[in-house]
């Protein structure tokens, strides 16, 4: 499995963006596709994840009410909808599958979010 991940940017504080995941290959494979995140000097932390088959979402703490994970199955795709930015949600931003293992087996690239204060 392949995933590409795009639409991260600069956003000011309360602003929205949009980020999209595109999966190739086995997709077929995939039992759930999350997204994480990695700010300067911390680790990488999960933000949200979706079972693919059924769309039933999961999401950190700290992102619950802001952030709304969807996928598009039909067309390989996984979506992260990001409101109400702050500056702490700062980092870069990957999307991962895990193909049922449990494991995150599968990375994105990842995409740049900045949200300036």
């Known amino acids: 499995v392949q995933l590409q991940a795009s639409g991260g940017g600069l956003v000011q504080a309360g602003g929205s963006l949009r980020l999209s995941c595109a999966a190739s290959g086995r997709t077929a494979s995939i039992y759930s596709a999350g997204w994480f995140r990695q700010a300067p000097g911390k680790a990488r932390e999960i933000v949200a994840a979706?079972?693919?088959?059924?769309?039933?979402?999961y999401y950190y703490d700290a992102v619950k009410g802001r952030f709304t994970i969807s996928r598009d199955a039909a067309e390989n795709m996984v979506y992260l909808q990001m409101n109400s930015l702050k500056p702490e949600d700062t980092a870069i931003y990957y999307c991962?599958?895990?193909?049922?293992?449990?494991?995150?087996?599968?990375w994105g690239q990842g995409t740049q979010v900045t949200v300036s204060s």
């Open positions: 991962a599958a895990d193909p049922g293992s449990s494991l995150w087996e599968y």
């Open positions: 979706i079972v693919w088959s059924s769309g039933s979402p």
